[in-house]
């Protein structure tokens, strides 16, 4: 099976994938509520997986202890007062780093310990559903809108169901393309009520389009299904996702996010940059009835969005506005409001094909996190239960751990390349035996982890090291994104450009990269002709050049290839053909 209106996608298996959490099956008798199978449980292999997920954290946390142990401390005597600070400031950063990888590591085993899906389950029959999704003049191709309501057509429903075109700017082709199809279209364009400065119905963003459509039409449904723009739904999608609400207390169900655009290397790094989060981070959510929402697909029930006053105003609604329902009650019941992840692919996007896309991306949903901590997170001891609040605790903090990361490791680099610092002084080959160890042990965990890849797209039995790379390389872009954060920089939602519309990019695309590469650089060229010498430090300072370098090396071989295919394509052209093409091209043409 194959989603129908994208070209390229033939050769997955989204069939066997749109099953990974099983077979339907009948809501037992009595009150019915999700039942879920643990991962771990069903493993034939599963000593191995906890000797990894125990091993891992421990011996990454002796290493921590070990490095910041008192009697390996710095001391120096009759040196100048402000080099001892400078060893006092490294020292910090040191223990830091280890600190969060500790708890990143810790964080890794306990969603291997916890992961689970849930037993799926048939609809309810009757239940009134709307399947929306959004559109953009100017912003998304017709074309691309046109393969999303088809697949929507296509979807199985045991009840009523319509489709509702969302339309930001009552463009005519839209309207047009709705009356083709029979999809019912709707847009706030023009109604003041509904375009505001900020709050819910706030003007150009995709909450505001959401929420003006759940105050015009939200009576007339139970449960609204979701996709972007550029995603097409398999024909199962509810039948996959909307039994789970015969559960009175779920207010909503997410599937994974996967790119059916799976050609260029930047799309297909960054689809396993995702592997951790919606193989397993979410899957751990489950464990907690509280999967973090993610929009790109999924079904919510009206009643408990209303609760809340509709989406949340955020740069990265989806996430908000899942922590705030995750806070409040079922006012039927009385118990939290759950929501439930399924690892079913049930519809299949685009990925950002370009550099300056996908730094984009990563900029605003790291922004997003920010601003969650930032402005809701202080409200969750004291409405969220504590396995939930645990479960999201772990879940934001990998953001701003990641940014500081970036910045301390940078800051120790150039404290002792440029000044000789030193935090601590350990023995070179017990150091290089711990880190070896753990960091041999923390690769072992997530090789392990592979086998619950919910992707379509990767290889059986690859290992994901795209992705980690990917997952490198973001940190100055968390790192920028945090700065901005706390500077109360204004942040704006900005449309992925989707299609051949993609961002090209270029040179200055680079420039945080670039930046930190010219610190490392200079430092490295300063410890040559200031003696500071020390191994391990040159070799971070190394490797952390070449994370910053390896999107620019990437982008070059990427266009050096692509000008080579077209040379080549060229020399294959007649005379006569080419000397069409060049009277034919527009003056200042490229």
Known sequence: MRPEGYDGYDGYD????????????????????????????????????????????????????????PTHWVEREGGDRWLVWL?????????????????????????TMVARDPVPVRPEPGVRVAFLTTYVPGKEPLSMVRATLEGARRITHPGPLDVWLLDEGDDPGARALCAELGVRHFTRHGVPEWNRPAGVHKARTKHGNYNAWIARHGDAYDLFASVDTDHVPLPEFLERMTGYFRD??????????VYGNYTSPV??????????????????????????????????RIAAVRQIGGLYDSITEDM?????????????????????YTPDVLAVGEGPASWTDFFTQQLRWSRGTYE??????????????????????????????????????????????????????VAASVWLMLYSDAAALQIGLYLWNRRHNVSPHEPRGSGGLAGMAMSALSAPIYLKSFTEALTRRPSRFVVTPK???????????FRVHLGWAAVLVTSLAASVVLGHTHAAMRTWAVLATAVSLAPVAVWAVTRWRER???????????????????????????
């Open 14 to 69: 989204y069939d066997t994938h749109s099953r990974l959490a099983g077979p339907l099956t009948e809501p037992s008798g009595g009150a019915y509520q999700v039942e879920y199978t643990s991962l771990l449980a069903r493993e034939p292999h599963r000593i191995r997986a906890v000797l990894l997920m125990t091993l891992a954290p421990v011996l990454t946390g002796v290493l921590l202890v070990y490095l910041v142990w």
């Open 564 to 590: 080579r295919e077209r040379r080549a394509l060229l020399d294959h052209v007649p005379e006569p053909a080419l000397a069409v093409a060049r009277t034919t091209t527009p003056t200042g043409g490229s």
């Open 320 to 340: 908000a506005t899942g922590f705030e329902l995750h806070r409040r009650r079922n006012p039927g019941t009385g118990r939290h409001w759950r929501s439930v």
């Open 372 to 425: 969650t901590l930032f402005t809701q997170y202080w409200k969750a001891p004291f409405t969220m239960p504590p396995g939930r609040l645990f479960s999201y605790s772990l879940m934001l903090v990998y953001y701003p751990m990641t940014a500081v990361n970036w910045f301390l490791g940078i800051l120790s680099c150039v404290l002792f390349l440029w000044f000789g610092a030193s935090g601590t002084q």
């Open 499 to 509: 299609g051949d519309g993609a961002s090209p990019d270029r040179l200055m695309t």
């Open 267 to 300: 799309t297909k790094a960054a689809e396993s940059q995702q592997f951790l989060f919606h193989a397993l981070i979410q899957r751990a959510g489950n464990r907690y009835r509280a999967p973090m929402f993610v929009g790109t697909n999924n079904v919510v």
């Open 87 to 111: 060893d006092l400031t490294m020292l910090i950063s040191i223990g830091l780093v280890e600190l969060f990888m500790v708890v990143n590591v810790a964080s890794v085993a306990h969603a």
């Open 248 to 257: 009175p207390d779920i207010a909503f169900v997410v599937g994974p996010q």
